[in-house]
């Protein structure tokens, strides 16, 4: 006799209901919208990540933007690593041996199945940033993506730099603050943060190659407190998408409430 401890489901997400729960919570068409995401959050849902990308597709239309962080983690300087740490005999054997950056190659396993899924659907836009890439879908995606540079790649001459300047929104589904990727502008304009110099490996003209740029020491379990705070001001719709419990606010709002709360609390 075969026996199992597996639960039986009894409950089933369809896109319908994740379109149903999106629109409760305030999203509407043409919106342009970073989201951060957990998949197993929801709960079931019939289809799985694919589902979720074409409710939220469907939720902000063909005028709406989608944008979600593409991080790869391993591909920056090995000096750095603490989770976990690497011998400093290897530093440079990683500098010589990191695969450069490719959107349609390289692995982000820590961004999620959500992210993943669309990363690889037709019409996505991605920016080119070997450690702190996004990819992006719709209206405003190629503008987005478009403008990437190497020194201080989260900063204001990055996609989130671009996102600021347009009506845009964060949707946090089944994560918390320490997710959001747009609160990292607030690091770079908060000017609290010391200077870095970072790596990764990139391709230019058809050759991989290890190169250095400047960037910030970012640190994002900041982000909790700060969003604890921005939460009692009443800038944030807080609800359900299936399972999920989600937090949903305006990009701008946040960045500009997270530089205030640093510069106050470093004295800068």
Known sequence: MVTSNTKTLDTAISKKDIISDLRKLGLQEGMTVEVHSSLSSFGYVIGGAQTVVDALMETVGYEGTLVMALQDSNNNEP???????????????????????????????????????????????????????????????????????????????SPLGTIYGLPSYVLLIGVDYDNCTGMHLAEYRSGVRKILLQGGAIEENGYRKWVKYLDIDLDSDEFLEIGKEFEKKGLVTIGKVGNSKCKFFKFAEIVDFATEYLKNKYGA
Request: with cysteine.
């Open 79 to 157: 000096s750095y690593w603490s989770r976990p740490p690497i011998e400093r005999e290897l530093w440079e054997k990683v500098r010589n041996s990191m695969p450069a950056f490719n959107p349609n190659e390289s692995e982000f396993k820590s961004m999620g199945d959500i992210t993943n899924n669309l990363n690889r659907r037709a019409g996505a836009y991605r920016s080119y940033h070997p450690s702190c890439a996004f990819v992006t879908f719709g209206k405003y995606g190629k503008l987005i993506a478009n403008k990437h540079e190497l020194d201080f790649g989260l900063g204001e001459q």
